[in-house]
Nanobody, 119 residues
Framework: QVQLVESGGGFVQAGGSLRLSCAAS????????MGWYRQAPGKQRELVAA???????NYADSVKGRVIISRDNAKNTGYLQMNSLKPEDTAVYHC?????????????WGQGTQVTVSS
């Protein structure tokens, strides 16, 4: 029942922009911590950006100043605005939502969306 549906990935030239979306169903996204992760072939998965249920944000050093993570609570959707894209940003980007309630934990992942940046 829980599903994170990602969109907005694609093929862009270096210096271009993309806006990734993560539409949630089956959960109320505003009460979850949300993160965007990426993984390129042969590289470890890394956290790109995160936003807590309280609105605090965190960014990887490699993308600081170029990306903004946000939520639209009315649409139950998270976003990652990516500007000044570089070829090294090429990766599969995954949306994640998680929270803990006492001893219980919930952790959900989207299917991933491909971002390819050409020089």
């Amino acid at each position: 029942q829980v599903q994170l549906v990602e969109s907005g990935g694609g093929f862009v030239q270096a210096g271009g922009s993309l806006r990734l979306s993560c539409a949630a169903s089956g959960i109320s996204l505003p009460i979850y911590d949300m993160g965007w992760y990426r993984q390129a072939p042969g590289k470890q998965r890394e956290l790109v950006a995160a936003i807590t249920s309280g609105g605090d944000t965190n960014y990887a050093d490699s993308v600081k100043g170029r990306v903004i993570i946000s939520r639209d609570n009315a649409k139950n959707t998270g976003y990652l605005q990516m500007n000044s894209l570089k070829p090294e940003d090429t990766a599969v980007y995954h949306c994640n939502a998680k929270r803990r309630i006492g001893a219980a934990a919930s952790n959900y992942w989207g299917q991933g969306t491909q971002v390819t940046v050409s020089s």
